[in-house]
């Protein structure tokens, strides 16, 4: 079955980075694109970008244009979300998560099918 | 990217029917036909409901539909039940490569 398992909840200071990990099982991981979408306590969904497991090759919102970088290591099929500079309002879950690429018969594109259970950034001095 | 705009809460008897929609720009909704619908319960991840406008994934009922009008998406829920009280957002692709998501949509089950 697919699954997208996170890595742990962080606590950081402001001004500091934090990385959050994706490591995907049940599928081959470079037949996809990971996304990636925070949620802010109370709040709704926000897309920040994409990464294609298979190329590398990424697009980010442009209000994180800068301060977000997305990368994968496709020898143990985990990709990586980070974010520098933070602020307090960086506080949010963190989630990864898949979406098919056209390329690939038979996927769902443009939408997400399967989701991480969500990492928790807590940014306060 | 502005968010796509949703109206804040939508509420419904049992067994009646309820619209959604989800209002953006000719450069997402209206360009393409790329609007996904998610349902989220409280401290639960996002579960994808529709995707390309109106197509159901295995598995979703046959109670949610998707339809699309210019730079304006709709989700309707017939038959509405204590189980679909949940925040529902729309997403688009847009024309920058990139995606957003709607406001958010609360529905409250009467």
Known sequence: ?125 | QSALTQPASVSGSPGQSITISCTGTSSDVGAYKYVSWYQQHPGKAPKLMIYDVSIRPSGVSNRFSGSKSGNTASLTISGLQAEDEADYYCSSYTSSSTYVFGTGTKVTVL
């Not at chain 1, 599928?27 to 926000?46: D, K, N, S």
């Not at chain 1, 098919?100 to 940014?123: F, K, M, N, S």
Request: net charge positive.
């Open chain 1, 1 to 125: 079955q697919v699954q997208l398992v996170q890595s742990g909840a962080e606590v950081k200071k402001p001004g500091a980075s934090v990385r959050v990990s994706c490591k995907p099982s049940g599928y081959t991981f470079t037949g996809y694109y990971i996304h990636w979408v925070r949620q802010a306590p109370g709040q709704g969904l926000e897309w920040m970008g994409r990464i294609n497991a298979n190329s590398g090759g990424t697009n980010y919102a442009q209000k994180f244009q800068g301060r977000v970088t997305m990368t994968r290591d496709t020898s143990i099929s985990t990709a990586y979300m980070e974010l520098s500079r933070l602020r307090s309002d960086d506080t949010a879950v963190y989630y990864c998560a898949r979406v098919g690429r056209v390329v690939v018969p038979d996927t769902i594109t443009h939408a997400v099918d399967y989701w991480g259970q969500g990492t928790l950034v807590t940014v306060s001095s």
